[in-house]
């Protein structure tokens, strides 16, 4: 069965600790990897496309990373606005439904 | 940038009524998706749409239905409303193969 599983679930952090998300996977045939960020009471956002195990991605204080069994977001330096739920998702290459993880829900403490 | 736009952020219905979402796009995107959001269970896919007039059941269709009569307009209905289908409704769209983009979410209480 395809799966996506994001530790931790929660993660409280002070400003400018830096620390990373976890994204694993199992999925017949993948054909992306997303990260989004969502905040309460909105939508998810999105941030990063990863199609290829090696292939890094970069925004701001954001780093997405890929391997063939799991996504790292890495958050260097983290301010009080990075506090979010963020959200994996893998688009698989027979159709272009996405299947996400339930989330890392950040917290940063000024 | 894209636009992903619900018709209502809250909305309060009873139970029986029909309901409907809407959800329109300005970004000519071929693919439109109903996703619901609960605490613990994440986005759960409901019925997505691959271009005007053509639908297809996700992981819990039961109990909804849509319409896409245009391709920038993708409705959900709830036939009878049920307590149960108390949620964060989501709406996102997509050029093929490419990521999925969300509107803001209708928060939909049945009593």
């Known amino acids: 069965e395809d799966q996506v599983t994001q530790s931790p679930e929660a993660l409280r952090l002070q400003e400018g600790e830096s620390s990373s998300l976890n994204c694993s996977y199992t999925?017949?045939?993948?054909?992306?990897l997303f990260w989004y960020r969502q905040d309460p009471g909105k939508g998810p956002e999105f941030l990063f496309t990863?199609?290829?195990a090696g292939e890094e991605k970069e925004k701001e204080r954001l780093k997405a990373t890929l391997t063939k069994k799991e996504s790292f977001l890495h958050i260097t330096a983290p301010k009080p606005e990075d506090s979010a739920t963020y959200l994996c998702?893998?688009?698989?290459?027979?159709?272009?439904?996405?299947?996400f993880g339930k989330g890392t829900r950040l917290h940063i403490l000024p | 940038d894209v636009k992903v736009t619900q018709s209502s952020r809250y909305l309060v219905k009873r139970t029986g009524e029909k309901v409907f979402l809407e959800c329109v796009q300005d970004m000519d995107h071929e693919n439109m998706f109903w996703y619901r959001q609960d605490p613990g269970l994440g986005l759960r896919l409901i019925y997505f749409s691959y271009d005007v007039k053509m639908k297809e059941k996700g992981d819990i269709p039961e109990g909804y239905s849509v319409s896409r009569e245009k391709k920038e307009r993708f409705s959900l209905i709830l036939e009878s409303a049920s307590t149960n289908q108390t949620s964060m409704y989501l709406c996102a769209s997509s050029l093929l193969h490419q990521p999925q983009h969300f509107g803001d979410g209708t928060r939909l209480s049945i009593l």
């Open positions: 990863l199609y290829s």
């Open positions: 999925v017949s045939g993948l054909r992306g």
């Open positions: 998702a893998v688009q698989l290459n027979r159709d272009d439904k996405i299947i």
